[in-house]
């Protein structure tokens, strides 16, 4: 059973930065995919940004210039690098890994993410 965690969440003020990290474990293969979902209260959840096991990101336009994600395709690990947060980045932020060799993706349980102004 493919298993996401996630961690790195907190409270920060705004301008500061968080790291998100979401290893995978229970599985000998690699992911094809990775990604960083949000829902903030009251909103539908949204891609903030993804990344291809070629290294081919992409990313929400609010975001762009300010997060970054990587992944260690080795360790099946994604992070997500936020830096100068704002009050609206405030979700939980969900991570997301597609395995070819599963013919699925699996999700994270969350990470509270809060920017007070």
């Known amino acids: 059973q493919v298993r996401l965690v996630e961690s790195g969440g907190g409270l920060v003020q705004a301008g500061g930065s968080l790291r998100l990290s979401c290893a995978a474990s229970?599985?000998?293969?690699?992911?094809?995919?990775m990604g960083w979902y949000r829902q903030a209260p009251g909103k539908q959840r949204e891609l903030v940004a993804r990344?291809?096991?070629?290294?081919?990101?992409d990313y929400v336009d609010s975001v762009k210039g300010r997060f970054t994600i990587s992944g260690d395709n080795a360790k099946n690990t994604a992070y997500l690098q936020m830096n100068s947060l704002k009050p609206e980045d405030t979700a939980v932020y969900y991570c997301?890994?597609?395995?070819?060799?599963?013919?699925?993706?699996?999700w994270g349980q969350g990470t509270q993410v809060t920017v007070s102004s």
């Open positions: 997301n890994q597609y395995f070819r060799a599963w013919g699925r993706d699996y």
């Open positions: 229970g599985t000998i293969f690699s992911s094809n995919y």
């Open positions: 990344i291809t096991s070629d290294g081919v990101t």
